[in-house]
């Protein structure tokens, strides 16, 4: 509801326009009304329905979860068929299947950060923020970056090793092969460095998700934007050092947030050896530590649906799951400001300064 339509239900409900004129109405829009309107949610990352590694994931679930925008990721890793050049292939045959799906009108890609609705989108076409997971796909060749946002693609994770690799590729490493602390993390790579200062200039948003410290480091030292990691969660803030793993540590995370970027939680549910991550509230108590350390502007969603996480908080089902996060978050004594923070502004704000950046360098280089 926007502030013209409340004013007419006002008007429905017996007020007129003049006893309105008497009423303090901003003050009763933003106490009564305003913590009953619709919270705007951007889902940070997430991957193609019917193309994920979960069948939970489907246009159907993305609707429920009256989103503003979704991430949808398609896999630019080594993953790929092996051959020259398959992984960039790859990338863009499956960025074929979005962009045809926004010619059938199922979903529009978000070209700019106006493009994203404050409302949710409940009917037309889904809004989409193209993304990429795993920067092999550009290979060694930095114009596919400008290919690649021509095609819409607005977000890059750089790296996402797989399996069978050894954590590495041609831009930095992969946290799960690396301890906080490994010397051996070489991190960003001169190659890595040209393609951080080139999305810069061309207003793509780089994902640290996944990287190593040293990379996540050498990214946010040398980057003119802000940067994202799009799906992870913290440890506590009593941790100093991890193994090689996916989740962040508070000193890892302030790197990120001095660059004015967000980290994205997700939904993952694990019980560990001295803390676990079990149900919504466990959550909420995680967003909460993280508020009192950084504040609430660097946290952000990201669900990683249809990434086929190995496990999830209790009562997460698919991503419409989002709703009772949020209850969870009025719940647990957040305000419709903080939730609006969380859910969608915070990662906005990342966006639409990386697109800002992007205009003013074009501008000094015209
Ligand atoms: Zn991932």
């Keep these: 509801m926007n502030r013209r339509e409340f004013l007419a239900k006002l008007v429905r409900y017996g007020l007129s326009a003049g006893a309105l004129s008497a009423l303090p109405v901003e003050r009763l829009f933003a106490q009564e009304f305003y913590p009953r309107l619709a919270v705007p949610i951007i889902d940070a990352h997430a991957h193609l329905p019917g193309y994920s590694w979960d069948e939970e994931h489907t246009f159907d679930a993305i609707r429920h979860a009256k989103l503003c925008a979704i991430s949808m990721a398609v896999m630019g890793d080594n993953n790929a068929p092996v051959g020259a050049d398959s992984t960039y292939i790859n990338a863009k045959e499956s960025i074929d299947i979005v962009?045809?799906?926004?010619?059938?009108?199922?979903?529009?890609?978000?070209?700019?950060?106006?493009?994203?609705?404050?409302?949710?989108?409940?009917?037309?076409?889904?809004?989409?923020?193209?993304?990429?997971?795993?920067?092999?796909?550009?290979?060694?060749?930095?114009?596919?970056?400008?290919?690649?946002?021509?095609?819409?693609?607005?977000?890059?994770?750089?790296?996402?090793?797989?399996?069978?690799?050894?954590?590495?590729?041609?831009?930095?490493n992969d946290m799960r092969q690396f301890s906080s602390s490994d010397s051996t993390d070489g991190g960003l790579t001169d190659f890595g460095f040209q393609v951080i200062h080139r999305m810069n200039r061309i207003g793509m948003v780089v994902d640290v998700a996944h990287a190593s410290a040293q990379t996540l480091f050498d990214?946010?030292?040398?980057?003119?934007?802000?940067?994202?990691?799009?799906?992870?969660?913290?440890?506590?803030?009593?941790?100093?050092?991890?193994?090689?793993?996916?989740?962040?540590?508070?000193?890892?995370?302030?790197?990120i947030v001095e660059t004015g970027g967000v980290i994205c939680t997700?939904?993952?549910?694990?019980?560990?050896?001295?803390?676990?991550?079990?149900?919504?509230?466990?959550?909420?108590?995680e967003i909460k530590a993280f508020k009192s350390y950084f504040g609430i502007r660097f946290i952000g969603l990201g669900t990683d649906s249809g990434g086929g996480l190995p496990g999830y908080v209790e009562g997460w089902e698919s991503i419409s799951s989002v709703r009772r996060l949020l209850d969870a978050m009025r719940s647990g004594g957040f305000g419709p400001m903080e939730i609006s923070a969380f859910m969608s502004l915070n990662f906005l704000r990342a966006f639409t300064r990386c697109h800002a950046i992007a205009q003013v360098s074009n501008y000094l280089n015209a």
């Design 219 to 255: 990214i946010a030292s040398c980057t003119r934007a802000p940067i994202i990691d799009s799906h992870t969660s913290p440890f506590p803030s009593s941790v100093t050092w991890r193994p090689p793993s996916r989740l962040r540590l508070y000193n890892e995370m302030a790197a």
């Design 266 to 285: 997700w939904p993952i549910g694990f019980d560990g050896d001295s803390f676990g991550r079990l149900t919504f509230a466990d959550w909420v108590e």
């Design 99 to 172: 962009r045809q799906w926004e010619a059938q009108k199922l979903i529009k890609i978000v070209r700019r950060p106006s493009d994203i609705p404050l409302q949710p989108v409940l009917t037309g076409p889904i809004p989409v923020i193209l993304s990429i997971e795993g920067g092999d796909a550009i290979g060694t060749d930095l114009e596919r970056l400008k290919e690649f946002y021509d095609l819409g693609v607005r977000m890059i994770t750089l790296v996402h090793g797989t399996t069978t690799q050894s954590g590495n590729n041609q831009i930095g």
